[in-house]
C-alpha cells in the first residue's frame, strides 16, 4: 500500500535522525519569481540537499508573513498562479522528484474558495504529503474537517506553535497534527532577524516535552520556521530541533536574481543544508528527542 | 420550516465566537493566546461597576454622551412621508461613533496592563478616536493607514499626529483599509506580548466582533430611550425602520443591537454601492453574489469578496470607510435569521443625499453617514406621514470636504 504523506514526512525525519543531523526544509513560494524558474529553484534546492519541501501557495493578504513572501506572493498571483497550478506544478515536481516530502502552506480563502475536500484529494494526487494553514488554529470546526479530510486521503495536517502558545495549546496543537509540528521561532512574522530569540531552546524544549509525554516511543518531530537566514542560525536551531526551515532568506535571493534565480538560491541553501546537517553544538539534554523505537 | 428566532433570547456568539456558521477566531498561532486573553480580560471588566462607572463618567464628561437625536423637519418635508430622526453620532467627541469602542477598548488595555496599541484606520475616524483615546489614558498609539486614505483624507492624518499617534503609511495592495489591517495584524503579531491591536470596527477574530458590538450598542440603548421619550425630541414611539450605513459594520451592529427584540422594527444596512453592482466597483458584499461569498479575511469568516481563486477582491466606494471586502460576522447571522436587511447606495446617490443633508438640515455628514440618508431618501416616501425612521448619523463630514469638492467638479 502507497505510504501516507505523513509516513513519508515521518520517515523523512527519521532519516535525517539516523544520521545524526536535522532535517533542512527551505520554503519556496509556487510561481514566484516566474512559474518555471520556481520549478527550476526547486530542483536547485533538491540538489543542494533539501530533506523536505515548503511549497507556497499564494494568497493576496498573507497576514503571517513579512514584506519578502508578501511580494512574492503578489508576484505569483500577477504571474497568473492560481490553486490549481500550484497543485499543477506539485505534480510535475512529484514526477521528477519522487522522493522529498512536499508540505504545502496556503491560507485558509483560496483553500475554501477551491473546496477544502476537492483541494485536499487533488493535492494528494498531485504528490503532496503535508499541509500548513497559517491562519486556521488546530480549534477551529474548519480545522475538524480539514484534519478528518487529510486523514481520509493521507494527507498530514501540521499546525503551528508559537513561543506564546499556552501548554494547553502546545498539546491541542501536537496531537492534531501529524508528519510533524512547526515551531514559530519568534514572535512575529515570517522574514529575517539578526539573532535567534533568546528563549528559542526552552521553547524547543517545552514542545519536546509535551511531544514525548504524548508519544514517549515515537515523539513527534519538531520543525523550526521563521527568522532563520543564515547558516550558523541555522546550525543553532539543528542543535535543537529535528527540522530547520529557512523561506524569506531564500525567496529574498530569487526576487533579486536578475537571470537566474535558481542559480542565486543554490549557494545559500547549500551552506544551509550543510549547516542543519551539521549541529553547532553538542544536542541539548532532551533536545533531540528519544531515538525513535 | 424552523418557528419565528426568538430576539428576546438573543445570545450570540456562542463559546467559541461563532455567529452561526460566521466569525470564528482566523489568525496565526502567535495571537491565539492574545485573544484568551483579551477574552477573559474583557468578560471580567464588563461585569465589574468599577469598569462600568468609569466607561460611564467618560462617555458623559468627555465624549459628549448621550448624543443628541435630531427630528429632521425639513429632510422629512422634502421627502413627503416619514419623519426621519436623525442619532447624531456626528456630535461625539472626535467627529464620530469611534470614539465609543476606542475609549472602552483603551480603558480595557489600561486595566490588562499593557501600554501601547496599533489601530488601523480607513477614512481616519478609527484613527483620530484611537489616537484621542490613547492621548486621553497616556498610551502609545501607531496607527497603520493605506497611503491612498491617507491621501484621500489627508486631515485625519494630521489629526492623528497632532494627537501624538505616529502614523505608518502602507503601501501593500490596494493600499486601503484592508492593507492597513494586515500591517496592524502583523505589528501585533511581533508585539503582541505588550501591545493591544485596537480594532475599530466589529470585524476580525473573536472577541473583536462582540467587544466592539457592546461598546457600541450605546448608540442604540440611547437612541431607543429618546425615541420613546417625546422630551428626548422622539416621536414617544419605536421607529418602523432603523437606517445604518455598513462597512465593517459598527455604527450599524450598535444601533441595530437593542432593537433586536422589537418585531416591529425593520433593521436596514447600507452598503457601499460605489459604481454600482454591474460596474463591479462596489464593497457591496451582501448584494453581488457573483463576487462575495462565504469566506475567511483578517480572521474572521463572513462574507468576502474575491475572486473564484480565493483571492481578495479589490473594492471601490467614494467613503474609505466603506471601502471594505468583507462585513461583521454578525451581520451576516442576522440577515441569515431574517432579521436585518441590506441594501446599497451608489457613491452618486450617497453624493446627492450628502448635499440634501448639509442644505436642508444644516448638517456635513460623514460620506458614510450619507450612504444611509441615501436609503431614507429612497425609503421615506414610501411610507406615510406618521411612520418614523431612525437613521445612524454616525459621523461628521469635514474630513470629507476634499473629496466632495473633488467629486462634483468632475460633473
Known amino acids: 500500500m502507497k505510504p501516507t504523506g505523513a509516513e513519508r514526512i515521518r520517515a523523512a525525519f527519521a532519516r535525517a535522525r539516523a544520521e545524526g543531523r536535522a532535517a533542512f526544509m527551505p520554503y519556496q513560494m509556487l510561481g514566484h519569481p516566474t512559474p518555471e524558474q520556481s520549478l527550476r529553484i526547486v530542483r536547485s534546492l533538491a540538489l543542494a540537499g533539501a530533506d523536505l519541501f515548503e511549497l507556497g501557495v499564494p494568497f493576496s493578504d498573507p497576514l503571517a508573513d513579512g514584506p519578502v513572501i508578501q511580494a512574492a506572493a503578489q508576484r505569483a498571483l500577477d504571474n497568473g498562479m492560481t490553486v490549481a497550478r500550484c497543485l499543477e506544478m506539485v505534480a510535475e515536481l512529484r514526477a521528477e522528484l519522487p ?38 488554529p488546530p480549534d477551529e470546526p474548519e480545522a475538524d474537517e480539514l484534519i478528518a479530510l487529510c486523514r481520509r486521503h493521507g494527507l498530514a495536517p501540521v499546525f503551528l506553535l508559537a513561543p506564546t502558545s499556552t501548554p494547553g495549546r502546545i498539546a491541542l496543537a501536537l496531537a492534531r497534527s501529524q508528519g510533524f509540528v512547526y515551531l514559530v521561532s519568534v514572535t512575529g512574522i515570517t522574514g529575517a532577524r539578526d539573532a535567534l530569540p ?90 533531540s528527542g528519544e531515538p525513535a523505537g | 420550516m424552523t418557528p419565528p428566532y426568538d430576539f428576546a433570547a438573543y445570545r450570540w456568539p456562542d463559546e467559541r465566537g461563532r455567529f452561526g456558521p460566521y466569525g470564528g477566531r482566523f489568525v496565526p498561532e502567535t495571537l491565539m493566546p492574545a485573544l484568551e486573553e483579551l477574552e477573559s480580560a474583557y468578560l471580567t471588566a464588563v461585569n465589574d461597576p468599577t469598569f462600568q462607572a468609569e466607561l460611564g463618567r467618560l462617555q458623559r464628561t468627555y465624549v459628549g454622551r448621550p448624543t443628541p437625536l435630531t427630528h429632521a423637519r425639513r429632510l422629512s418635508q422634502h421627502l413627503g412621508g416619514a419623519q426621519i430622526y436623525l442619532k447624531r453620532e456626528d456630535l461625539a467627541h472626535s467627529g464620530a461613533h469611534k470614539i465609543n469602542n ?15 496599541i496599533v489601530a488601523e484606520t480607513g477614512a481616519g475616524q478609527h484613527g483620530v478616536a484611537t489616537a484621542t483615546a490613547a492621548a486621553l489614558l497616556g498610551l502609545e498609539c501607531v496607527v497603520y493607514m493605506g497611503t491612498v486614505d491617507m491621501a484621500r483624507q489627508a486631515p485625519n492624518v494630521f489629526r492623528m499626529r497632532l494627537l501624538g499617534a505616529e502614523v505608518r503609511g502602507v503601501d501593500s495592495g490596494s493600499r486601503t483599509l484592508k492593507d ?156 441569515d435569521l ?62 470629507d470636504l476634499d473629496t466632495v469638492m473633488r467629486e462634483l467638479g468632475k460633473g
Open chain 1, 99 to 136: 522522493d522529498p516530502p512536499f508540505c504545502l502552506m496556503g491560507y485558509v480563502n483560496p483553500l475554501l474558495a477551491y473546496g477544502l475536500e476537492r483541494f485536499v484529494a487533488d493535492a494528494v494526487a498531485a504528490g503532496a504529503d503535508g499541509l500548513i494553514v497559517p491562519d486556521l
Open chain 2, 102 to 116: 476606542a475609549l472602552g477598548q483603551a480603558l480595557l488595555v489600561r486595566r490588562m496592563g499593557k501600554g501601547r
Open chain 2, 180 to 335: 492597513a489591517i494586515n500591517e496592524a495584524i502583523r505589528d501585533w503579531v511581533t508585539n503582541v506580548r505588550t501591545t493591544h491591536y485596537l480594532l475599530g470596527s466589529a470585524l476580525g477574530p473573536h472577541p473583536y466582533p462582540t467587544i466592539v458590538r457592546d461598546f457600541q450598542s450605546v448608540i442604540g440603548r440611547e437612541a431607543r430611550a429618546q425615541m420613546l421619550d417625546r422630551d428626548a425630541g422622539g416621536p414617544g414611539r419605536l421607529p418602523d425602520a432603523v437606517v445604518a450605513c455598513v462597512g465593517g459594520g459598527s455604527n450599524a451592529i450598535g444601533i441595530f443591537y437593542p432593537f433586536l427584540a422589537d418585531a416591529g422594527v425593520r433593521l436596514i444596512g447600507v452598503e457601499a454601492g460605489g459604481r454600482g453592482i454591474a460596474s463591479g466597483e462596489h464593497a457591496a458584499r451582501f448584494a453581488d453574489p457573483v463576487v462575495s461569498r462565504l469566506g475567511v479575511l483578517q480572521g474572521t469568516k463572513s462574507y468576502v469578496m474575491q475572486n473564484s481563486d480565493g483571492q481578495i477582491a479589490l473594492t471601490h466606494s467614494v467613503s474609505a470607510g466603506l471601502d471594505y471586502a468583507s462585513v461583521g460576522p454578525e451581520h451576516a447571522w442576522l440577515r
Open chain 1, 198 to 287: 533568546a528563549d528559542l531552546a526552552e521553547f524547543v524544549a517545552r514542545v519536546r516535552a509535551e511531544a514525548l509525554r504524548q508519544s514517549p516511543a515515537d515523539p513527534l518531530p519538531l520543525a523550526v520556521g521563521f527568522g532563520i537566514s543564515t547558516p550558523a542560525q541555522a546550525a543553532q536551531v539543528a542543535a535543537l530541533a529535528d527540522g530547520v526551515i529557512v523561506g524569506s532568506a531564500l525567496v529574498k535571493l530569487a526576487a533579486a536574481a536578475e537571470a537566474d534565480p535558481a542559480a542565486a538560491v543554490a549557494s545559500l541553501a547549500r551552506s544551509l543544508a550543510e549547516s542543519a546537517h551539521r549541529p553547532s553544538s553538542a544536542c541539548q539534554a532532551g533536545a
Open chain 2, 338 to 399: 431574517g432579521r436585518t436587511e441590506y441594501t446599497y447606495a451608489t457613491d452618486d446617490e450617497a453624493l446627492e443625499a450628502f448635499g440634501l443633508l448639509c442644505r436642508l438640515e444644516g448638517i456635513i455628514p460623514a460620506l458614510e453617514s450619507a450612504h444611509a440618508v441615501a436609503e431614507v431618501v429612497k425609503l421615506a416616501p414610501r411610507l406615510g406621514r406618521d411612520a418614523a425612521i431612525l437613521v445612524n448619523l454616525s459621523g461628521r463630514g469635514d474630513k
